[in-house]
């Protein structure tokens, strides 16, 4: 083969990777991408942590050994590296800290990192004391999400999302009962929820449903809901029934307690998941889109209405977590100025999730109590991105994440295939939602309103 051609071809397979990496990133990391950064990585490793302030000087010992032998100063050292592995989006590095560094050395140098690694980002965590994990993603995991083909599908804990270091974000109901999902309109809180729903509705799990725009999100996905309200004054209703249900399941809870009072203390449940399978009630997700509609009022019968609502509310967030009722609440805004008792329940909500807010008013009602660095990240999620959210929790952490785009149609089917699931819920039978009609209509043409032309 003659130099020229080589050149030609060449030439040709790199255009051809820029091309790929510009159009298909995800294609590109796979087949290339990844061979290439994770040389870069090793090659470039110590002196790229040498650069970053992340390597520690020689200890007196040495120091003095190599004095004492006539060899030269040893030269720092970079953390020791205990593993590294590529991933579908990126790589993982582990590291163990030599003495004297602390893992907010790392976690201050993520941005250094990430540029001097040419990855798209770096992200870092303490996992042990001592050791460090790096995920570094090679390209924009957020731009087109794709969830791994093999994610954990077990209980309830539900794969809602990707996070931009490439894993997996999962919404754990028995680890954080009880969430608030914010956002401006067309932000992605729909989305997301529908997605929510698609994923749950293949667990053993009740859904209720509270969508007081004339159930326009949720009455679709019908077949899969045990009971929906669609207007303020069912939903006062149905969240009563609600905390009954609640009491109910404390009473079984109470009951077996009593037959097992001979058995060790450690035995003894104190919840819904503690009972013997065959007399668990079926644990019941709650949730309630567009909550402002539910706290506003205009007359004195509706402030009654609203305050029943609100009383049961913070009681099952309070509550509900031990009877297996768990609750997710979604709306634009969430603050005082929605009136008494907003404050209250929004403390009860642990799991925090903003999609993108008109001011920084909204972003502090999602994280104001919990981390101002979160509040920060919210304000910048920019509109062109809609479904890019802040994902936080009680303990100041937080991440940014994108739920997969999940089109109505999709979340139906999920819906329908899964059916049979759908438990009857004593006491709440009254709110089993009508089904909706699937079957496509045939919408008349406008009837012309011109008139003919006459000569
Ligand atoms: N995860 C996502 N990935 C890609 N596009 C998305 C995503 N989430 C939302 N979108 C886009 O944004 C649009 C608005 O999303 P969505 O209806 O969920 O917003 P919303 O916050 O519920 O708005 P509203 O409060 O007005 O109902 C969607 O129609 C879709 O085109």
């Excluded at 003495?99 to 001097?116: I, N």
């Excluded at 999962?170 to 914010?182: A, F, G």
């Excluded at 304000?379 to 994108?402: C, F």
């Excluded at 999920?414 to 438990?423: D, F, K, L, S, W």
């Amino acid at each position: 083969m003659s130099t020229t051609t080589l050149l030609v071809l060449s030439l040709v397979v790199v255009a051809a990777a820029l091309v790929l990496r510009r159009l298909r990133p995800a294609w590109y990391w796979l087949s290339i991408g990844v061979t290439l950064a994770a040389l870069r990585v090793v090659v470039r490793y110590a002196s790229v942590m040498d650069a970053c302030g992340l390597t520690v000087p020689p200890s007196r010992l040495r120091l003095t050994l190599a004095r004492l032998t006539n060899r030269p100063a040893p030269e720092s050292r970079p953390p020791r590296i205990l593993s590294f592995r590529p991933t579908r989006t990126g790589l993982v590095l582990r590291v163990k800290l030599r003495p004297g560094q602390d893992a907010f050395d790392f976690a201050a140098s993520t941005d250094r990192l990430r540029h001097s690694f040419a990855m798209h980002s770096v992200t870092s965590r303490e996992i042990k004391s001592g050791v460090v994990e790096l995920r570094m993603t090679g390209y924009d995991v957020l731009e087109r999400v794709q969830m791994p083909a093999k994610v954990e599908r077990e209980g309830l804990r539900i794969p809602v999302a990707l996070r931009e270091d490439g894993a997996v974000h999962y919404r754990d109901y028995r680890q954080v009962p009880h969430s608030l999902n914010l956002g401006a309109t067309k932000s992605g809180k729909s989305v997301y929820q529908r997605h929510l729903v698609k994923e749950l509705a293949s667990r053993h799990v009740a859904l209720v449903g509270i969508d007081c725009k004339q159930g326009v999100e949720l009455a679709p996905l019908a077949r899969r809901f045990s009971a929906l309200a669609d207007n303020p004054d069912d939903a006062a209703d149905l969240l009563e029934a609600l905390v009954q249900r609640m009491a109910d399941t404390y009473q079984v809870i109470r009951r077996e307690q009593r037959i097992s009072a001979d058995t060790p203390d450690e035995e003894i449940t104190a919840d819904l998941w503690g009972l013997p399978e065959e007399l668990r009630p079926v644990p019941v997700v709650l949730l309630v889109d567009e909550v402002a509609e539910l706290a506003l009022f205009s007359n004195t019968a509706q402030k009654k209405r609203r305050e029943r609502i609100i009383t049961a509310l913070v009681r099952l967030v309070q509550l509900g977590r031990a009877a297996g009722i768990y609750v997710e609440i979604c709306g634009q805004r969430f603050g005082a100025e929605l009136g008494d008792g907003i404050t209250m329940l929004r403390s009860q909500l642990t799991g925090r999730l903003s999609h993108r807010v008109n001011d920084e008013a909204s972003a502090k009602m999602a994280f104001g109590d919990i981390s101002p660095d979160a509040v920060l990240a919210t304000t910048q999620i920019p509109v062109e991105r809609p479904g890019l959210a802040v994902a936080g929790d009680s303990t100041g952490g937080w991440v940014r994440i994108r739920t997969p785009f999940t089109t109505m149609r999709q979340a139906v089917n999920a819906c329908t295939a899964n059916a049979h699931r759908t438990p009857v819920l004593d006491g709440l039978d009254s709110f089993r939602p009508v089904l909706p009609d699937l079957t496509p209509v045939e919408i008349p043409a406008p009837a012309s309103t011109t008139k003919p032309l006459t000569a």
